[in-house]
C-alpha cells in the first residue's frame, strides 16, 4: 500500500518546479504569486527535508543540480497527472451546468416563467438564470449564453436573432374608475407612464397624433417594473409585447387600440463561438427556439 503521510510539502513542491523550469527564484515567484524570499525558503526547506542539494548556488545565480534536475522532472509529471485529473472533473461538473444572462424585463416576464419547462426536460442539469442590464463578460462570469435586446452588434461574440417585438399602450381595467380611453386623442389627458429608452412620441405619430413626447414624473428604468406601475393603477404605459402579454393573458392589463409601432430592436442569442460545443447550450438554445416559435 502506498504511503501519502510523509509526502513533501506540496506547496514546496510546486515552488521548486517553477524555480527549476525557470532557473530562476524572482521569475518562479511571480509564476505562482510568491515573494523570492519565499520561494527560497520553501526549496531550502525541502532540499533539508530531503537530504539532497538541488540547486548549487552562486550568490543571487543558480544552477540546478543532476538529482534536482532528475527530481523535477518527476514532480512535473506528477503535477500534470493532478492538473488533467482536475481538469476532467471540472469538465463534468460544467456538463451538468448552464448559465444564462437576460436582461431583467425579459428574464422577470417571458423567460423565467417558461424556464420550468427546460428543467424538467433536463432534471440533472443546474441551471443559473442572472438577469443584468449590460452584457456580460462571459469568460469571467461563468456564463454560457445570453439573450440581449439590441441591434445584434456584440464584438467577439455569436449573434442570433430570433425573435422581434412590438409596442402598444396597456392599462389597468380599473385605472380611472374603469373609464378608459376610446381613441387615442382622449389619452392626451391621461397619466402616462414612461420608461427610458422607449419614447411614447414614435407610437403617437403611427396613431396619426402630433403629441410631443410626455415629460415631468417618474422615468422608470426597467420594462417590468414599468409594467408592473400599470399594473397597480398607476397609469397608461407603452407595453411591450414580451413583457407585458403574461398580464394581458391573466387579465390584469389591458390593451389599448390595434395601433402597433414594431420596435427598432430585437432579441439576440449571443454566446461565445466555442459555446455551442457543449450539449446543455445547443439543448438551451433549441428548446428557447422552439419555444418562441410556439408563440
Not at 509529471?77 to 444572462?101: C, F, H, M, P
Not at 397619466?191 to 415631468?216: I, Q, V
Request: charged share 20%; glycine share 8%.
Amino acid at each position: 500500500m502506498n504511503d501519502f503521510r510523509h509526502l513533501p510539502n506540496l506547496a514546496a513542491l510546486r515552488a521548486f518546479e517553477a524555480a527549476a523550469r525557470h532557473q530562476n527564484f524572482s521569475r518562479a515567484a511571480d509564476e505562482i504569486h510568491l515573494t523570492h524570499g519565499a520561494i527560497s525558503h520553501q526549496v531550502r526547506a525541502l532540499e533539508e527535508e530531503l537530504g539532497v542539494q538541488l540547486f548549487s548556488r552562486h550568490g543571487k545565480r543558480i544552477t540546478i543540480t543532476n538529482d534536482g534536475e532528475q527530481f523535477a522532472t518527476a514532480i512535473r509529471s506528477a503535477l500534470e497527472d493532478i492538473a488533467r485529473a482536475a481538469n476532467v472533473l471540472k469538465g463534468r461538473q460544467q456538463q451538468k451546468r448552464l448559465a444564462i444572462t437576460a436582461l431583467p424585463s425579459f428574464a422577470a416576464r417571458w423567460l423565467s416563467p417558461r424556464l420550468g419547462r427546460f428543467i424538467d426536460q433536463h432534471p440533472g442539469l443546474e441551471v443559473s438564470l442572472q438577469s443584468s442590464n449590460h452584457l456580460t463578460d462571459f469568460g469571467r462570469e461563468s456564463i454560457d449564453i445570453g439573450i440581449r435586446f439590441g441591434n445584434g452588434d456584440y464584438p467577439g461574440l455569436k449573434s442570433e436573432h430570433i425573435m422581434d417585438d412590438t409596442y402598444y399602450p396597456v392599462v389597468s381595467p380599473h385605472f380611472n374608475g374603469g373609464h378608459l380611453p376610446a381613441t387615442p386623442a382622449e389619452m392626451a389627458q391621461a397619466h402616462l407612464l414612461r420608461c427610458d429608452r422607449e419614447p411614447w412620441e414614435p407610437w403617437f405619430r403611427a396613431a396619426g397624433l402630433s403629441n410631443p413626447e410626455p415629460t415631468g414624473g417618474l422615468i422608470f428604468q426597467d420594462s417590468s417594473m414599468l409594467a408592473r406601475a400599470a399594473v397597480d393603477g398607476q397609469g397608461i404605459a407603452l407595453g411591450r409585447h414580451a413583457i407585458v402579454q403574461s398580464d394581458i393573458r391573466n387579465g390584469s392589463l389591458v390593451r389599448l387600440f390595434d395601433i402597433v409601432l414594431p420596435s427598432p430592436v430585437s432579441y439576440y442569442l449571443v454566446y461565445p463561438a466555442n459555446a455551442l460545443e457543449r450539449p446543455q447550450v445547443r439543448a438551451f438554445r433549441t428548446w428557447l427556439l422552439e419555444e418562441i416559435a410556439a408563440e
